[in-house]
């Protein structure tokens, strides 16, 4: 078996091994997709062929769609090269339960995949194409940034900022660009959807097209109508998104499984950027993918695919639900803790007692009550799906040390925004324990000594620098206090999103730290005494 258009007509082979086929003509697909283009999308990694294009499929076999995805790859353009080309731009999505049972899918829904230096023509026949109803953006928060954190454009975006480039190299410089092409084409309508994972994604996707647009107006390089174009909501728009779906590199267990399948040529290979990419994804089967309903050209009908639509103030109640209470910081207390405890593999910690309660008193005792209800998701729901599905998927491995990458960065959303709710409700936030206990094994994490005693490697984070040189002169049984070190640090509110100093909060977490300090070990000792213990939040 080879993935392949040809190979597959074979499909009596591939359906007697468990797999899912395209119900639908590929090569009349492709056909209408050229004519009429509806559907545009950056970045072609993993998540992209787990979700978006696995949703259209879902369309493209119930002929409730006719035209496939067209995508292109603007950042890492060997995945096109080396994962696309020579499969036909198929794929096979592998999605696995905790308990094992799986779904096997070829992804037929991509039409054609591009890169972009060397598609411009095409790209921009597409763009200004009218069918076109959407381009949809997979990339990382990163691709939408246009300057360093001192405030100053990169090098490169403000070259193209000055001067409208023919050949952008930059991805926002070419979706600016396109846009531009769209609106001398008959200022025609679009959506740009953002569906990479974190807060406003659409505000941070319209602010660079817009910075584009202005600069380029200002520097008499554009019809400065371009501007009013992108900032017509009747004509483009930036829905919000939310997207959950856990899809971490390619697995060499599930390698092996389509191997034995007799799948041939499912080779795991890292381009030169990194990036870790085969011809298959491995992903959980609980994937959640809600939309601000903002079309102005309208849209494929993903909702029959599984997609919420609905209104923006819903899509950032859903987001906080899930990253300041139901999910992300309970991410992030696994990871910690994890790395302090020598774990390698998110779903090992939950087959500890200690671990799993401590995510489990942490979420219902001190993140559930002040979770946003959404409406569209119960929150209960969604936790308890987290802690007893997700969470524990052994065939879905993620590590906590990649997790535990930059958490100073992550502090403020996932536990800061859960300390303000809690305030606002008129709480006490010096009776929560397991919020600060979290706390105490960050610092004690910052160290850069595990519970054994032996030393590991900070996960990269902006902030470990600066704050390991502070932490790294505290040794395992040093006695406290350790105001002076601990104290500019807990008061740090663009670290916690207020100041642990001046609610109170500082000494219970300054006592927990040194708990965790006081010989090899104590960190298990620490965490073990509070998940077990009766704790009063009258």
């Keep these: 078996m080879k993935l392949s258009v040809q190979d597959l007509k074979k499909g009596n082979e591939w359906q007697e091994k468990g797999y899912e086929l395209p119900k639908f003509d590929l090569r009349e697909m492709k056909n209408l997709t050229s004519q009429e283009p509806i559907w545009l999308h950056f970045g072609a990694g993993n998540i992209f062929r787990a979700l978006p294009a696995a949703l259209h499929q879902t369309l493209l076999d119930n002929g409730l769609c006719y035209r496939g995805i067209t995508v292109c790859e603007a950042f890492d353009e060997e995945i096109i090269r080396k994962i696309y080309d020579p499969y036909d731009n198929l794929s096979v999505v592998v999605s696995i339960k905790s308990d094992g049972s799986m779904q096997k899918k070829v992804i037929g829904s991509i039409a054609d995949a591009l890169t972009a230096s060397d598609n411009i023509d095409r790209l921009t026949k597409i763009f200004t194409s009218p069918s076109l109803q959407m381009v949809s953006f997979t ?58 994972n974190f807060f406003h994604n659409g505000d941070k996707l319209y602010e660079a097209i817009n910075t584009f647009a202005t600069n380029w107006a200002k520097n008499s390089l554009i019809d400065p109508g371009f501007v009013d174009y992108i900032n017509d909501p009747k004509l483009v728009t930036f829905p919000w998104s939310m997207i959950d779906k856990i899809t971490p590199r390619p697995s060499e267990t599930i390698k092996a499984l389509l191997v034995s399948d007799g799948l041939k040529d499912m080779e795991i290979i890292c381009t030169s950027k990194n990036t870790y ?32 639509f609905t209104d923006r103030d819903t899509v950032d109640k859903v987001e906080r639900m899930k990253v300041c209470t139901c999910l992300n910081p309970l991410h992030s207390m696994l990871a910690i803790f994890g790395c302090l405890l020598g774990y390698k593999a998110i779903f090992e910690e939950m087959r500890d007692s200690d671990l799993k309660s401590l995510i489990e008193r942490a979420g219902y005792d001190e993140m559930l009550p002040v979770a946003i209800n959404p409406g569209i998701i119960d929150p209960k729901q969604f936790m308890r799906e987290v802690i007893e599905e997700r969470l524990p998927n052994p065939f879905v491995p993620d590590t906590p040390q990649r997790i535990a990458c930059d958490t100073s960065q992550k502090i403020p959303i996932r536990f800061g925004e859960t300390l303000k709710a809690h305030i606002s ?28 005693g032996e030393a590991f490697e900070l996960s990269p984070d902006p902030m470990v620098p600066e704050l390991h040189e502070k932490m790294k002169h505290i040794s395992i049984g040093d006695k406290g206090p350790f105001d002076d070190i601990l104290r500019p640090i807990l008061s740090n509110k663009s670290i916690f999103g207020i100041d642990l100093c001046e609610h109170g909060l500082a000494p219970k977490i300054e006592g927990m730290f040194e708990e965790m300090l006081t010989a090899p070990g104590a960190v298990r000792r620490t965490l073990n005494k509070y998940v077990n213990m009766e704790v009063d939040m009258s």
């Excluded at 023919?166 to 991805?171: C, F, G, L, V, W």
């Excluded at 809600?290 to 909702?303: A, G, K, M, Q, W």
Aim: glycine share 8%; proline share 8%; with cysteine.
């Design 139 to 196: 990339i990382t928060e990163k691709g939408y940034s246009l300057a360093g954190s001192n405030g100053e454009y990169f090098p490169q975006v403000l070259r193209e900022l000055e001067n409208f480039p023919s050949a952008p190299k930059t991805i926002m410089g070419l979706v600016a660009m396109l846009c531009y092409k769209r609106y001398q084409a008959g200022r025609l309508p679009i959506a740009l959807v953002s569906m990479d």
């Design 277 to 308: 990419i085969a011809p298959f994804v491995n992903t959980e089967h609980v994937q959640y993918l809600v939309i601000e309903d903002t079309f102005p050209n309208s849209r494929p009908p993903l909702e029959k695919a599984g997609v919420i």
């Design 425 to 452: 409700k008129g709480h006490d936030i010096t009776a929560l324990t397991y919020i600060p206990l979290f706390f105490a094994g960050w610092l004690r994490y910052l160290i850069g000594i595990d519970d054994k």
